[in-house]
């Protein structure tokens, strides 16, 4: 029976996470130069157009559909059977189409995280395909293998309570991949680009911060106890993760920076994705402190030792911070949050800590290959890169033909 106050949380959280990618967009679109503000605002947004579409048509079946182990079919191609009764454990107290469009808001969200790594030098064209085929060929199967009925990482126990492995280390490891691909940005060893806009990363980072409580806290499906911890452990998380790189850099570099807390907030949102529904408020706070950790070594001292450019940080935030997420998830998960989960590895149970640890390697394994092919058909048909001459014009203008500003300076 479809319960309303349920089914009106589960609404606004797809409000909540649709507001997320908007909110990407501002917070990657402040980090690039100005002459490619616009390009990332409109790689977002198309994001939401493009997806939004697919999912209805068959990638909401691809990812959701009671196939196989491995892929749902095509049996809820345009949505058919998925009507406005409650599905079994995807919509128990809830429309079928009310978690439908919840999901469509992460499909589109996950793609978008990818963009950090090759802003300001592929071309639109290349992007639009590049979104399609992946969201078809990675975010579908991966999502079905953890979130899917009858998928066989859900059926070993694997833990994901919000997307930790589903989109963050999906979309990080897919990251890396592109920006090893497309390469590094003209000249950028000797004129390092600082953000064009510190105000647009904060909104965003405030964006993201509010639209997570949708991701995480809606992810219960109803409104109830399992919601209230999922939203305040993001919180939690989220703070303590801000607090800790803030430490770091006072530490490091003798000042903290409001870039810095934006990326720690960030990362701790990450982190406890995956935990938010099986951990308590003390071990958020340890997921959160140490994540900022993690993902400042990646992305001060790894990412400078290998040389490859990840323009806005999606691998270095999104793929390690996830990793330590799901992983911590296998740690800290206790029954006692969620008799429908599992206790961790401080609990008694290895096995589940060792269930993360292989939804992890396959996670990062498939997605890596797969993304690798892609990009891969993409440049020989399309080609990815932009040219030189329109990468020092910008992408604004030689891929849109629109400024960002247009009072001189």
Request: one cysteine or more; proline letters at 4%.
């Given at each position: 029976?479809v319960?309303?106050g349920?089914?009106?949380?589960?609404l606004?959280?797809?409000?909540?996470?649709?507001?997320?990618?908007?909110?990407?967009?501002?917070?990657?679109?402040?980090?690039?130069?100005?002459?490619?503000?616009l390009?990332?605002?409109?790689?977002?947004?198309?994001?939401?157009?493009?997806?939004?579409?697919?999912?209805?048509?068959?990638?909401?079946?691809?990812?959701?559909a009671?196939?196989?182990?491995?892929?749902?079919?095509?049996?809820?191609?345009?949505?058919?059977?998925v009507?406005?009764?409650?599905?079994g454990?995807?919509?128990?107290?809830?429309?079928?189409?009310?978690?439908?469009?919840?999901?469509?808001?992460?499909?589109?969200?996950?793609?978008?995280?990818?963009?950090?790594a090759?802003?300001?030098?592929?071309?639109?064209?290349?992007?639009?395909?590049?979104?399609?085929?992946?969201?078809?060929?990675?975010?579908a199967?991966?999502?079905?293998?953890v979130?899917?009925?009858?998928?066989?990482?859900?059926?070993?126990g694997?833990?994901?309570f919000?997307?930790?492995?589903?989109?963050?280390?999906?979309?990080?490891?897919?990251?890396?991949?592109?920006?090893?691909?497309?390469?590094?940005?003209?000249?950028?060893?000797?004129?390092?680009?600082?953000?064009?806009?510190?105000?647009?990363?904060?909104?965003?980072?405030?964006?993201l911060?509010?639209?997570?409580?949708?991701?995480?806290?809606?992810?219960?499906?109803?409104?109830?106890?399992?919601?209230?911890?999922?939203?305040?452990?993001?919180?939690?998380?989220?703070?303590?993760?801000?607090?800790?790189?803030?430490?770091?850099?006072?530490?490091?570099?003798?000042?903290?920076?409001?870039?810095?807390?934006?990326?720690?907030?960030?990362?701790?949102?990450?982190?406890?994705?995956?935990?938010?529904?099986?951990?308590?408020?003390?071990p958020?706070?340890?997921?959160?402190?140490?994540?900022?950790?993690?993902?400042?070594?990646?992305?001060?001292?790894?990412?400078?030792?290998?040389?490859?450019?990840?323009?806005?940080?999606?691998?270095?935030?999104?793929?390690?911070?996830?990793v330590?997420?799901?992983?911590?998830?296998?740690?800290?998960?206790?029954?006692l949050?969620?008799?429908?989960?599992?206790?961790?590895?401080?609990?008694?149970?290895?096995?589940?800590?060792?269930?993360?640890?292989?939804?992890?390697?396959?996670?990062?394994v498939?997605?890596?290959?797969?993304?690798?092919?892609?990009?891969?058909?993409?440049?020989?048909?399309?080609?990815?890169?932009?040219?030189?001459?329109?990468?020092?014009?910008?992408?604004?203008l030689?891929?849109?033909?629109?400024?960002?500003?247009?009072?001189?300076?």
């Open positions: 029976m319960n309303a349920d089914t009106a949380w589960v606004i959280s797809s409000c909540l996470v649709m507001l997320m990618t908007p909110g990407l967009a501002f917070f990657y679109g402040g980090m690039v130069r100005k002459k490619n503000v390009s990332v605002l409109m790689q977002c947004f198309i994001v939401l157009c493009l997806i939004s579409v697919q999912w209805v048509l068959y990638g909401y079946s691809l990812s959701f009671p196939g196989n182990g491995f892929w749902g079919g095509l049996s809820w191609f345009g949505l058919k059977g009507g406005f009764e409650p599905y454990d995807y919509a128990g107290t809830i429309p079928h189409q009310a978690f439908m469009i919840f999901q469509a808001m992460f499909a589109i969200i996950t793609p978008a995280l990818i963009l950090g090759f802003a300001e030098r592929m071309k639109f064209s290349a992007f639009i395909a590049f979104v399609l085929l992946w969201a078809t060929f990675v975010y199967p991966v999502c079905h293998w979130w899917g009925i009858g998928g066989f990482l859900r059926k070993m694997a833990l994901d919000a997307g930790g492995t589903v989109v963050h280390i999906n979309a990080g490891i897919a990251a890396l991949v592109t920006a090893l691909f497309i390469g590094k940005r003209k000249n950028i060893e000797k004129d390092v680009p600082a953000p064009h806009n510190m105000p647009f990363v904060v909104l965003g980072t405030a964006l911060w509010f639209g997570w409580f949708g991701f995480n806290a809606g992810s219960a499906l109803a409104a109830n106890g399992l919601a209230v911890n999922a939203f305040v452990v993001t919180n939690t998380a989220a703070a303590a993760a801000g607090l800790s790189w803030a430490v770091i850099e006072w530490i490091r570099n003798g000042k903290p920076t409001a870039f810095g807390v934006a990326s720690g907030v960030v990362a701790g949102l990450v982190a406890i994705t995956p935990a938010a529904g099986f951990v308590s408020v003390i958020a706070i340890i997921i959160g402190a140490l994540v900022s950790v993690f993902c400042f070594i990646a992305v001060t001292i790894i990412k400078p030792k290998f040389g490859y450019d990840d323009s806005l940080d999606a691998f270095g935030v999104h793929c390690i911070g996830g330590w997420g799901a992983l911590a998830t296998g740690v800290f998960a206790s029954k949050v969620n008799p429908a989960g599992g206790d961790g590895l401080i609990f008694g149970n290895p096995k589940q800590f060792l269930s993360q640890l292989f939804a992890v390697g396959v996670t990062l498939y997605s890596f290959v797969v993304s690798a092919v892609i990009y891969k058909i993409i440049d020989i048909f399309i080609g990815v890169r932009v040219n030189e001459k329109e990468e020092i014009m910008g992408l604004d030689t891929q849109h033909r629109e400024r960002a500003y247009t009072v001189l300076e």
